[in-house]
Each structure stands twice: as C-alpha cells, then as structure tokens.
C-alpha cells in the first residue's frame, strides 16, 4: 500500500457526484456483510432532508474516490465515525489525512468525544483510526431477546416503575449520575462527558420522547433509573441504558428490571428486545442470558476524547 506515498491525494467535503462511492466505501462497501441497499437508503435520507452529508470526505485521484471517511455530529455532543475506507492500493497516508479532517470537523461542531463502532470484518479501519489516536475501548455485543421465545414473570409487586417527567431536571440528572458510579460499562468513559450530553443523547435515540423512560423506587426513594427506545417501523424495544445507585445493587433488582422491559416489550407488541453491553461486563452478560438474550453482532468501540469534564459519567 505504498504505491502513491509520492504524491498527495486531494482531500476535500465529498461532492454530490461522489456520495454514492464515498459512502459505500466508509461502511465497508468491500466487506461481505455490507448491502448496496444501505448506500440507497442514506442516499434517499438525504434527499428528504433527513440526514446531512456535511461530515462525509473523500480523498480523490482525478475523478476516482481512493478513501473516504463519515462523521455524524449527533446529539449530546458526540461524534459518531464511519470509516476510513481505502482502496487496496493506497496508502494509509490517506486515510490519516481524513481522520485528521475528521476531527477537525468534529471540533468545529463543538464535539466533545467521536467514537467509533467498528465490526470484525473491518479490522483495518479499527487499525487506521488507532494509528491515529483512537483507543480501542473493548467489545460491545449487541444482544436480542425475541418476544415468542421469552416468557418472563412481572416485577415484584412492591416496585413502582415511574415514567420520567423532566429528563432535565436536577433530580433526574442527579439519579443518573449516581447509577454510573462504579459502573463496568465501559468505565472508561468516566469524565469524558456531562450527564446533560449523555441524556441528550439518549433522547435523540429515544426519539425525543421519554414516554418509555422510567425510574425505579420502593417507599418513595428512587434506586435506578430505565432508558428505552420504541422503533415502531422495526417492532423493537431498545434498552439504551438501565442502571441502579451503589446501595441497591446485588440485591435482585437488575432481574425485576429486566423483567419490567420484557413486559413492556410484549405490551407495545414488540418483535423483539435489542441492546448492546460491554462484554467485560460479566455480571450483565449473564442476567441478560438469563432472560434469553441472544448475541447476534459484536463491533469493537473505538474512542477519542476532544474534551474532558469535571463529571464523571459513564
């Protein structure tokens, strides 16, 4: 991959004639496991003003894309990365070049963390962004509990599942934090982010509802806190986060509050549960084994700080 160190590549926002070859190649388009109809679904979100391409970049030889990269500013202040994919023949020069673009961009949009999930059939794009500054954090296993296969009991009678009223409110935010105390998801991320940024987040995931947001309290004192999504168009419940505060752990709760979702689940008429776990996670792993969750892809996540805070999260 030496045959253009030479000469430099011209390194520029991916131009409409090139989106369809740009984006192809930042998802993986060489990889087996990419599908032409995720290019044609992005092309068409586009059109509809659904999504931008203002973080696509491509690195061009006359008309012919050599590399691309995509970075999503999304909300909550973190940037989401897709790529670098290279042709075969081209250096990994190129590719530095647009991460370094990236970042860039990132910055600019007032980003305080990109990362990157990355599959195990595309290992050379987790090489480049490492040899760019990128952490490798761990693996992420993205588990399904389907709904005919499980049968879970409700929660114990004594807790209350409050659904959240103001997701920006102290109280709420305070609860939050303390469920990250200690907690073995990627600790890592500890003071990489403000809790503020983390719920933004999780509310742009949730479509900008918190109707399936709830906390968890016994005797009117709150002990943890549960996250979920609706995607309605694929039959899914999404558990994006749950989590109890340090006195209320190991005492049989994660159980009740697995078993909550799975209720929820089957009342919204969902196909499926889906959620994604740090696989060093033990303790996780196994509760969702459990309740049947079954691993149906792994991705490796990849981290670069652009900002510390003074919070502590997770």
């Known amino acids: 991959m030496n045959s253009h160190d030479s000469d430099h590549p011209e390194i520029a926002a991916a131009s409409p004639d090139h989106y369809g070859a740009a984006l192809w190649m930042a998802t993986g388009g060489r990889s087996r496991h990419a599908h032409r109809g995720r ?14 391409f203002d973080g696509l970049m491509t690195a061009t030889r006359g008309n012919r894309v050599v590399s691309s990269i995509w970075c999503l500013s999304q909300p909550g202040r973190i940037g989401a990365i897709w790529g670098p994919g290279i042709l075969a023949d081209e250096a990994d020069s190129t590719a ?6 990236a970042i860039q961009f990132a910055k600019q949009r007032d980003c305080h963390l990109l990362q990157s999930l990355v599959g195990q059939e595309n290992r050379a794009a987790g090489n480049l962004l490492v040899s760019s500054g ?10 399904e509990a389907v709904a005919e296969d499980v049968q879970a009991e409700p929660p114990r ?24 105390d200690s907690s073995l998801d990627c600790p890592e ?21 918190t ?36 006195r209320f752990r ?34 996780a792993m196994a509760l969702y084994r459990h309740f049947g969750f079954e691993q149906f892809d792994s991705k490796e996540l990849l981290l670069l700080p652009l900002r510390l805070s003074s919070i502590a999260v997770a």
Request: hydrophobic share 40%; net charge negative.
């Open 39 to 52: 290019v044609t679904a992005l092309l068409a979100a586009e059109k509809q003003g659904k999504i931008s």
């Open 96 to 101: 530095h070049l647009l991460i370094r673009q």
């Open 134 to 143: 990128f952490q490798s954090i761990t693996l992420l296993s993205h588990l």
């Open 157 to 180: 009678s004594d807790l209350k599942f409050r659904r959240c009223q103001d997701f920006r409110s102290e109280a709420f935010r305070t609860l939050v934090s303390q469920t990250y």
């Open 189 to 209: 991320l500890d003071g990489m982010r403000d809790v503020e940024d983390v719920l933004a987040g999780y509310y742009a995931t949730s479509h900008q509802s």
């Open 211 to 246: 109707y399936n947001w709830y906390t968890l309290e016994n005797d009117n004192e709150m002990m943890g806190v549960i996250i979920t999504a609706h995607h309605s168009e694929t039959q899914q419940l999404e558990l994006i986060y749950f989590g109890l505060t340090p």
């Open 250 to 283: 190991k005492l049989g709760l994660g159980s009740e509050m697995i078993r909550f979702v799975l209720q929820l689940a089957q009342f919204l008429g969902c196909r499926s549960t889906i959620t994604g776990v740090d696989q060093r996670n033990t303790p």
